[in-house]
């Protein structure tokens, strides 16, 4: 019997379906015959004790008698050294990997495994919004629809898509609108840590367990017990950690480097990449188990240039938290700088969109204006005056290539003189702000006959 990763979903028109397997126990004797508890989460636990997922007050039932783990291959029974055993189909097991139907007896109380799926029908969102994350394009409002029904779940998901699209917002968003929302949100960047040290950034480590370690520390899976464990950018994850992780995502249990006590945690995962994890599979990156764990639910975000009626809302979004940061000077934007910046392709996504709009609303404050403006702005369209094209004309006389190259010359050309201007023909301090080499800003200076006498270094 497989576990939530053989997930499957299927779309009719604009609605989506997605079938979440699912795994129930049913008591079948005594007073609470027909109860049905269902086995929602990675570890289940079996006992007398209320401390237990399902608690059985019969005195053949040991304190805690047992546990179900939810592994990729299915749910793994594990008698957790019980008085009077735990039996599968009438033999005895110390762990076997459970069957539909099969009845467990614990003590002398019996439960049927029942399998199901939670099917989950979600339409695209009435709101433009879900927790931080907003747009109003179709595929944005699918998204914010789905994750409507699944936040209050506790299924894995994983975010694919460019750098720069908001999968941390998205992933911030889903802890918010669940029930772990007032426990931790632990993020780790995968591809920021050093290789040797991210096992112990994962699962901590105890004094002494290597060179440097002079205290005991607490990993990211500790700290995020009770909460959700966000690991951004896991197709960076070594190859030979993947078991290790597939291993504690499995059962919910691990412990710390150099440690001897076994460690158990109630988390929810969210996983994000910028990779083509598939590929990554398929090109032997990244291992297969590992990839399915994490793809209960997978979702794609789109990069801005294909829903750039996000622009405008996503525009006002991020003004409005400039503003907030400095109430006495407000800005609002102009619309021939909101016309530039929905010409844009955005190879940044969002992420340039708001350094940008950070940058002009610094320029706009500095020159005394009350809106960002489209020579602050300094992305979208060539201007009227360049040489053979326009906004919305193209010589029909042209090649694609030389159009383009025309229109590369004329933004390029804008760029800079705006970009001088903005620092009074202070060539370092203008590659500074635009994080460019200063050789080389001052070679499209001369290029382009911008200030060629007048630059200061």
């Not at 939530?4 to 609470?32: A, F, M, W, Y």
């Amino acid at each position: 019997m497989t576990s939530e990763s053989s997930q499957t979903s299927t779309r009719h028109d604009e609605q989506r379906i997605i079938e979440l397997p699912r795994c129930s126990l049913v008591i079948l004797g005594g007073q609470k015959r027909g109860t049905e508890h269902v086995m929602d989460k990675a570890v289940f636990r079996v006992g007398k004790s209320a401390e237990n997922d399902l608690v059985l007050e019969d005195q053949t039932v040991s304190r805690i008698h047992c546990e179900i783990v939810r592994e990729t291959r299915g749910y793994l029974l594990r008698d957790l050294g019980s008085t009077n055993g735990t039996l599968i189909d009438g033999a005895e097991v110390r762990e076997a990997y459970l069957k539909p139907g099969a009845v467990i007896t614990v003590g002398k109380v019996e439960l049927k495994v029942r399998p199901f799926s939670q099917r989950i029908e979600t339409l695209p969102s009435e709101s433009d919004r879900f927790g931080q994350a907003v747009g109003k394009s179709l595929v944005m409002r699918e998204i914010f629809g789905l994750l409507e029904r699944l936040s209050a779940t506790d299924a894995t998901v994983l975010l694919g898509g460019e750098t720069g699209t908001g999968k941390d917002v998205l992933a911030r968003s889903i802890h918010q609108a669940s029930g772990r929302e007032h426990h931790p949100f632990i993020v780790v960047d995968c591809g920021a840590v050093v290789g040797s040290l991210i096992e112990s950034e994962l699962f901590g480590h105890e004094k002494g367990a290597f060179t440097g370690a002079a205290a005991m520390r607490q990993g990211a899976f500790e700290l995020a017990n009770g909460g959700t464990l966000f690991l951004d950018e896991i197709g960076e994850l070594p190859l030979d950690l993947q078991p290790k992780l597939l291993r504690v995502l499995e059962t919910r249990s691990f412990r710390r480097v150099g440690g001897n006590r076994e460690l158990t945690v109630d988390i929810r995962v969210i996983a994000a990449s910028k990779r083509n994890l598939k590929m990554e599979v398929e090109r032997g990156k990244f291992r297969e188990d590992l990839f399915f764990r994490l793809a209960v639910v997978p979702i794609e975000v789109p990069p801005l240039r294909e829903r750039r009626e996000d622009i405008p809302i996503l525009t006002e979004t991020l003004l409005r938290a400039i503003n907030s940061q400095d109430r006495d000077s407000p800005i609002g934007i102009a619309r021939d700088a909101l016309e530039a910046l929905s010409g844009h392709d955005w190879p940044g996504n969002v992420r340039e969109l708001r350094n940008v709009l950070e940058r002009a609303a610094y320029m706009a404050r500095a020159s005394g204006q009350q809106e960002v403006k489209a020579s602050h702005v300094p992305v979208g369209a060539p201007p009227l005056e360049a040489p053979g094209v326009g906004p919305r004309t193209f010589d029909p006389e042209k090649s694609y290539r030389q159009t383009k190259a025309d229109w590369e010359q004329a933004f390029e050309k804008r760029y800079v003189s705006w970009l001088l201007d903005a620092h009074r023909g202070n060539i370092s301090a203008a590659a500074r702000a635009a994080d460019m080499d200063r050789k080389y800003l001052h070679k499209l200076a001369k290029k382009h006959g911008l200030h060629p006498s007048g630059l200061k270094n």
